[in-house]
């Protein structure tokens, strides 16, 4: 049992790291906090059903094209939203990703409807027993998934040219432009990898639960909670602070109170940050008195 909550716990806790990341590149990149990210969420979610009802593809091309194609709307989200606004005071670029955010719910509604949509699990309902374990292959379909994406993110990263480029902007986008880096194209890229992993997170997770206009809320909701709980702007706080989330969630769900699990995920964010108020990677900051 407790095996079985902890890959639960761990694979709710992996969506809540990819939406999680792409929240904390884009703010780092543009000083600005993306309200918008949940929403890739669910655009990805609806995308994968539109896919299969319109192609029967199987899952991983499904995956495919819903990376693809919101890696193109991350392109045209960032010339909406934030180009154009890019020398305005960050609150602005905020308020602008509101507005994004609160325009994509409403369209999806009037695309897809009020009722949820279901999306048909790749292992088509099959569950993985190993011994007294009973686990769900799509659980872990989420763990090996966000495992490989951040693998490829550490290498892209740390290993490519164009990878340091774009983490010494997210990291100090005017020491960026005085080393001569194009950061107009970078911040572009760094909006279109948000997306996409925003999306990625909604096509794991559509399978487990229905798509509806509402799911990217509280999933972005619950992934900006990880991310300051693990020290806001830090990657490494990310991964950490929404894996603890998920399994909060995942454990108080089972325990204590299904009704309440999002009360006592948030719960959790209070009490961390009353002990740790700059979060659990948070850098130290001295006061003079």
């Known amino acids: 049992m407790i095996i079985q909550l902890i890959a639960n716990g761990l694979a709710m806790g992996c969506i809540y790291t990819l939406v999680a990341l792409g929240t904390i590149l884009i703010y780092n990149a ?54 154009p606004l890019r020398k305005a005071d960050p609150m602005t670029v905020i308020i602008s990703t509101l507005g994004v955010s609160i325009f994509l719910k409403n369209a999806a509604l009037i695309k897809w409807g009020a009722q949820p949509l279901f999306f048909g699990e790749p292992f088509k309902g099959k569950i993985l027993k190993l011994g007294f374990v009973t686990l769900n292959p799509q659980h872990l379909l989420i763990i090996a998934v966000t495992v490989v994406l951040l693998i490829f993110l550490y290498i892209f990263f740390e290993k490519t040219s164009t990878g340091r480029v774009v983490l010494a902007t997210s990291q100090d986008t005017e020491a960026a432009k005085l080393m001569g880096i194009k950061t107009s194209f970078v911040v572009m890229t760094i909006f279109m990898i948000g997306s996409v992993l925003g999306a990625v997170a909604g096509v794991l997770i559509a399978p487990v639960f229905f798509a509806n206009t509402e799911m990217g809320y509280m999933v972005g909701m619950k992934a900006f909670a990880g991310a300051i709980i693990g020290g806001f702007g830090k990657i490494e706080g990310a991964i950490v602070g929404c894996l603890f989330i998920g399994l909060v969630e995942i454990f108080t769900a089972t325990y204590i109170s299904s009704v309440y699990k999002d009360a006592f995920s948030f719960l959790a964010l209070i009490i961390i940050l009353m002990l740790l108020p700059k979060g659990i990677f948070g850098e130290k900051v001295s006061e003079k008195v």
């Open 30 to 83: 543009t000083s600005a906090i993306n309200f918008a990210q949940g929403e890739f969420v669910m655009l990805g979610a609806f995308l994968a059903i539109a896919f299969l009802g319109a192609w029967k593809l199987p899952f991983v091309s499904i995956l495919l094209l819903v990376m693809l194609g919101m890696a193109i709307f991350g392109l045209i989200f960032e010339r909406i939203a934030y180009y």
